[in-house]
């Protein structure tokens, strides 16, 4: 079966702080996608990751993708109250016939 | 604006009733899905369209269906409304780069 799974699936964390939200796939994806959702709101791309060893960085986020390992990262750096947000990544490629397989997404809460 | 339009954006209706939720892809894209995400739910894939052929089906009922016209715009139908389909629908549409542009979607109230 492919599976996306993410952890945590909740994460509460104060301003200032650092922290990685993981994204492990079962598949042989060819392309790894991360996008965040406000409450109530669409679902805005962050990054798409091509091939292994591939990172970007946007602001406070950086993304990196190890293909061998099956896992991609979200790392915040310096949280800010503004990236409160539900984060999914998610996989396409061969085995999903190019089908989205989506984590179950990560809600992260940023305290003032 | 992600350049792919979902009307409405608001939708309440009494159950036992059909609705009609529109898109229009992202200019010069040819695949559109179609995902349901309930309240604090994941998204569920329903259906994808290329080019005006069906190409995948997912956890689609059989009350609803969906269709892509020449002009490339799709329509989602939704029957026999129930409260259970409450719930956030939102088209995307992909060309040939990798990555998927979503709509704003369509917030379906049921009552």
């Known amino acids: 079966e492919l599976k996306v799974e993410q952890n945590p699936l909740f994460l509460s964390m104060q301003e200032g702080k650092n922290y990685t939200i993981y994204c492990n796939y079962s598949t042989t994806s060819d392309r790894l996608y991360w996008y965040r959702q406000d409450p109530g709101k669409s679902l805005e791309s962050l990054f798409v990751?091509?091939?292994n060893g591939a990172v970007k960085q946007e602001g406070r986020l950086m993304a990196s993708l190890d293909t061998k390992a099956r896992l991609s990262t979200l790392h915040i750096t310096a949280a800010v109250h503004d990236l409160s947000a539900t984060y999914f990544c998610?996989?396409?490629?061969?085995?999903?016939?190019?089908?989205?397989?989506w984590g179950a997404g990560t809600k992260l809460i940023i305290k003032p | 604006d992600s350049g792919v339009t979902q009307t409405p954006k608001h939708l309440i209706t009494a159950t036992g009733q059909r609705v009609t939720l529109r898109c229009s892809p992202r200019?010069?894209?040819?695949?559109v899905y179609w995902y349901q995400q309930s309240l604090d739910q994941g998204l569920q894939f329903l259906i994808q369209y290329y080019n005006g052929e069906e190409r995948a089906k997912g956890n689609i009922l059989e009350r609803f269906s969906a269709q892509q016209f020449p002009d490339l715009h799709s329509e989602l139908n939704l029957s026999s409304l129930e409260l259970g389909d409450s719930a956030l629908y939102f088209c995307?549409?992909?060309?040939?780069?990798?990555?998927?542009?979503f709509g704003s979607g369509t917030r379906l109230t049921v009552v």
């Open positions: 200019s010069g894209d040819l695949s």
């Open positions: 998610a996989v396409d490629g061969a085995d999903s016939n190019y089908q989205l397989i």
């Open positions: 990751l091509l091939s």
């Open positions: 995307a549409s992909s060309g040939t780069a990798p990555g998927y542009t």
